[in-house]
């Protein structure tokens, strides 16, 4: 999707951290060779919509990036999962699910 903001280094998440102080931010942490993870991301495409205005959109290919991923984890001390959904607000983690529970309507509720 053209919104979604690639993460891929440390400036890249500590960038986003920041602008959570001014619009939540979301991180989706996807594995391209997950079923499960493909699943997610079709779900996040059909149901933009419901997010899009609401907050900016991070997309983390963790196979490639998996340093990245780990950093996120440690320092927004939540356990790494594939897929997964993070919401930012203010700097702080305000909502995170992964796998099936991934849902765009769910997210909308946490913005």
């Not at 942490?29 to 899009?52: H, P, V």
């Not at 609401?54 to 290919?61: E, I, N, T, V």
């Not at 594939?82 to 997210?107: G, M």
Request: charged residues 20%; glycine residues 2%; contains cysteine.
């Amino acid at each position: 999707m053209n919104e979604w903001n690639t993460v891929t280094n440390q400036a890249d998440f500590y960038t986003l951290l920041e602008n959570s102080s001014e619009k939540p931010q979301i991180i989706f942490k996807d594995s391209l060779t997950c079923g499960i993870s493909a699943y997610a991301k079709e779900r996040l495409q059909t149901g933009y919509d419901l997010i899009k205005d609401k907050a900016s959109f991070h997309y983390l290919d963790l196979l490639t990036f998996r340093p990245i991923s780990n950093l996120i984890a440690q320092e927004l001390k939540v356990t790494h999962q594939s897929p997964q959904i993070i919401v930012l607000k203010d700097k702080k983690v305000v909502y995170t699910t992964s796998h099936h529970a991934i849902n765009p309507a769910t997210i909308a509720q946490h913005l």
